[in-house]
Nanobody
């Protein structure tokens, strides 16, 4: 298991930017694929983006391609989500995840952070 703590959420106007951070600790974080999911009120949890253990392979949802960038710094045991051109529909609780393989399926990730709220006003 790895422990995950997110930070960087907040309130931003449409068109603005935010950067989320996720600090990992515990069992060697660099041995896990890491990524982000989000959940808006009344909706199911949705895959956002993820990076492989090495960081060489990235997967992201079509809804965020060209606007969100995921990166990871294994030396700092941290993964980031740079969000730009934010839209009101991006409003959600964003969760950091870690798992054994790169996947867009929530159940493939065994470790989840507590979540951080992102609110985009129109």
């Amino acid at each position: 298991q790895v422990q995950l703590i997110e930070s960087g959420g907040g309130l931003v106007q449409a068109g603005g930017s935010l950067r989320l951070s996720c600090a990992a600790s515990g069992r060697t974080p660099s041995s896990f694929a890491m990524g982000w999911f989000r959940q808006a009120p009344g909706k199911e949890r949705e895959f956002v983006a993820a990076k492989s253990r090495s960081g060489y392979t990235t997967s992201s949802a079509d809804s965020v391609k060209g606007r969100f960038t995921i990166s990871r710094d294994n030396a700092k045991n941290t993964v980031y989500l740079q969000m730009s051109s934010l839209k009101p529909e991006d409003t959600a609780v964003y969760y950091c995840v870690a798992g054994d393989r790169l996947s867009s399926i929530a159940t493939d990730y065994g470790s989840w952070g507590q979540g951080t709220q992102v609110t985009v006003s129109s």
